[in-house]
């Protein structure tokens, strides 16, 4: 359930201007881990942007989602330096590991999975990045025990 006091305190932040509705989705994305249809919805309202820009608004940027987001982001690198060092087979074996295709949530709200293209780290490549660190020089069968690691970290 969306708490609609907390996404009515983020409108206000931004003194219900129409001009700063991108603002207030990423305030309303940093807080739910996604743009729910109810807040986007109330800032439609609240501010008078049709709703149909906003959901524009919400699939063009990559940085929004409408789905729920895991609490951390795996995203692999599929840039030409690392695809051809083998990004598919750590992509493949992290699906794998995760029980969940490529652009999907685990279960557990803990992980989402993204492929993405050159991170600048191309020398490190294969790379894969989970929340703000990046994994260089990837193998796929290390995947198992690099997830290990961020699920014990999660529990601590
Ligand atoms: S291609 Fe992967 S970091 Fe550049």
Request: hydrophobic residues 35%.
């Amino acid at each position: 359930m969306v708490d609609i006091k907390r996404v009515d305190a983020i409108i206000d932040k931004w003194d219900t201007d129409p001009e700063f509705v991108i603002e207030m989705m990423q305030d309303v994305q940093d807080e739910f881990r996604h743009i729910p249809r109810k807040a986007l919805e109330r800032i439609s309202d609240r501010t008078g942007k049709p709703r149909g820009k906003l959901f524009h608004i919400a699939t063009f940027y990559k940085a929004f989602s409408l789905e729920p987001r895991g609490e951390k982001e795996i995203q692999v690198c599929m840039g030409t330096a690392c695809y051809v060092k083998g990004a598919p087979d750590v992509l493949a074996a992290l699906e794998r590991e995760l029980g969940i295709r490529s652009g999907e949530t685990t279960p557990d709200g803990k992980f989402t999975l993204t492929e993405v293209r050159c991170v600048g780290a191309c020398g490190l490549a294969p790379v894969v990045t989970i929340g703000d660190e990046v994994i260089g020089g990837v193998k796929s069968n290390e995947v198992p025990r690099i997830m290990k690691r961020f699920r014990e970290e999660g529990r601590e």
